[in-house]
C-alpha cells in the first residue's frame, strides 16, 4: 500500500491528477486502485471508502463555504444536494439557543400579537421551541461556537 495526503478543496479534475500521480509513484507497477482513508474536518458528513471524486469535492465545497455547519448538516440531510438546498432555502439563521429562534418567529410573524398584552409574558418559548423540534417541524444543529441552527423542515 502506498498513499498520500491530498488537498479536497479543488476541482475533481485535480484531485483525480493526485490520485494518478500517487499511483504511478507506486511501487507496484500498473496500480490503479484507490481508497479513502481518512476524512479529517467532514463532521458528520459521512465519506467512504471508494466514495466518488466528484462527491468529495462537492462536499468539500459546501465545507469551504459554510464551514462546521455544512458538515454537520450533510449528515442530517443525507447528502450534499440535500444540505445546499436546506442551506438556501430553509435556513432561518443561528442563534443562541431554540429559546431565541422561538422568539424571533413569533415576534417576525406577530403571533404573540394576537394574545392579550397581559398574557404574551407568559408565553413559553422554550416549550414552543421544543415541540417544533420533536414535532419535526425544524432542525436544530449546534456547532462548536456554541451558535443553534435552525432550518425549517419539509
Known sequence: MVGTWIDIDQDAEDIHAEI??????SPVPGAEEFAIHDTE??????????????????????????????????GHAGGVDQAREMLDEQYQGAFKNLAAWAEQLMEDTGQ??????????YFDYEAFARDAELGGDILAIETSDGLTHVF???
Not at 494518478?20 to 509513484?25: P, Y
Not at 458528520?44 to 458538515?71: C, F, M, Q
Not at 404573540?112 to 409574558?121: E, F, M, V, Y
Open 112 to 121: 404573540l400579537d394576537a394574545l392579550p398584552a397581559n398574557i404574551r409574558g
Open 20 to 25: 494518478q500521480a500517487m499511483l504511478a509513484a
Open 41 to 74: 474536518n467532514f463532521g458528520s458528513a459521512r465519506i467512504g471508502e471508494y466514495e466518488t471524486i466528484e462527491n468529495v469535492a462537492a462536499i468539500a465545497k459546501l465545507i469551504v463555504e459554510h464551514g462546521e455547519l455544512a458538515a454537520e448538516l450533510i
Open 152 to 154: 425549517w423542515a419539509r
